[in-house]
């Protein structure tokens, strides 16, 4: 919903092509506050169906009055997407290997020609619709100097998915990856989703290593695998939806199992707990 377009399209358009995402497969410590956004989605979009009720009946000041709700809601709405869902996703990988060139790439689609280094931890925030799901990415760019890799090591805590880079024209940036596995076994989530990704791919003449060992290295530890450009646009986008995917999926089983655990805890009976006898006035009512 854009509200500065609310006066300038025609209402029935609107809300004849009013969509909104629900939220699904939350774990069931969260299922009232998405019960609590999918309510308010589907009030945004009785809002947009009484609005266009009010103009087909010619009645402007009811009408305006509406469009003023519908501002108001549209403005909850975006506060909403705050709760939708957080995947926190760090990339990993050797220094220049083009960790922030992607992450600008995906979050801001500029490519800058310049190098500079990362100092620390940098991160960027992007919304995107995941299969009809907003979903809200916290993407971590860390540095790949070696005196900063301990600082890295902090920001594992909470990390859902991983985008693991190498660059193809260095064979020394390839080789480190069994260094950066080695350190995502120690530090992160037994759990968390990994995606290994080969950038500077549109360098043909340059490549140091071929696709097929990529694939291998992934397939070995059960990583999905991309050869991607930042500079000509290649394949960032679906490394970072797979990415999302894959948490996603990974959210559902853990809700799904989480849910079994409850309700096989509910019919369980604890034999070993005592329970209370009745007092010695205790007296059978018969």
């Known amino acids: 919903c854009v509200v500065n377009d609310c006066t300038n399209e025609a209402p029935s358009r609107l809300a004849a092509t009013w969509y909104y995402p629900r939220v699904t497969g939350v774990p069931?410590?969260?299922?009232?506050a998405a019960l609590g956004y999918n309510r308010l989605l589907r009030h945004m979009s009785a809002i947009w169906w009484a609005t266009n009720a009010l103009v087909q009946q010619g009645d402007r000041e009811r009408e305006l009055k509406m469009r003023a709700s519908v501002c108001v809601w549209a403005t909850i709405f975006k506060m909403a997407l705050d709760f939708a869902a957080t995947y926190k996703v760090l990339v990993l990988g050797d220094s220049n290997v083009g960790k922030t060139c992607i992450v600008?790439?995906?979050?801001?689609?500029?490519?800058?020609?310049?190098?500079?280094?990362?100092?620390?931890?940098?991160?960027?925030?992007?919304?995107?619709?995941?299969?009809?799901?907003?979903?809200?990415?916290?993407?971590?760019?860390?540095?790949?100097?070696?005196?900063?890799?301990?600082?890295?090591?902090?920001?594992?805590?909470?990390?859902?998915?991983?985008?693991?880079?190498?660059?193809?024209?260095?064979l020394d940036s390839f080789?480190?990856?069994?260094?950066?596995?080695?350190?995502?076994?120690?530090?992160?989530?037994?759990?968390?989703?990994?995606?290994?990704?080969?950038?500077?791919?549109?360098?043909?003449?340059?490549?140091?290593?071929?696709?097929?060992?990529?694939?291998?290295?992934?397939?070995?530890?059960?990583?999905?695998?991309?050869?991607?450009?930042?500079?000509q646009n290649i394949n960032i986008e679906e490394a970072f939806l797979t990415l999302a995917r894959r948490i996603r999926e990974q959210r559902n089983r853990r809700a799904s199992l989480f849910d079994s655990a409850?309700?096989?805890?509910?019919?369980?009976?604890?034999?070993?707990?005592?329970?209370?006898?009745?007092?010695?006035g205790w007296r059978c009512a018969c």
């Open 175 to 231: 080789n480190h990856l069994s260094y950066w596995l080695r350190n995502i076994q120690e530090n992160a989530s037994p759990d968390v989703v990994k995606v290994l990704a080969g950038n500077k791919c549109d360098a043909a003449y340059q490549r140091a290593v071929e696709a097929e060992r990529g694939e291998k290295i992934a397939e070995s530890f059960d990583m999905p695998f991309f050869e991607v450009s930042c500079k």
């Open 28 to 32: 069931g410590k969260y299922a009232r």
């Open 262 to 280: 409850e309700r096989a805890g509910a019919d369980q009976v604890d034999l070993t707990k005592e329970v209370d006898q009745p007092g010695e």
């Open 104 to 170: 600008h790439r995906y979050c801001d689609e500029r490519y800058y020609d310049t190098y500079i280094s990362t100092i620390g931890i940098d991160f960027k925030q992007k919304i995107i619709n995941l299969d009809g799901t907003p979903i809200k990415l916290q993407i971590w760019d860390t540095a790949g100097q070696e005196r900063f890799r301990t600082l890295t090591t902090a920001y594992y805590r909470g990390a859902m998915g991983i985008l693991l880079m190498y660059d193809v024209t260095s």
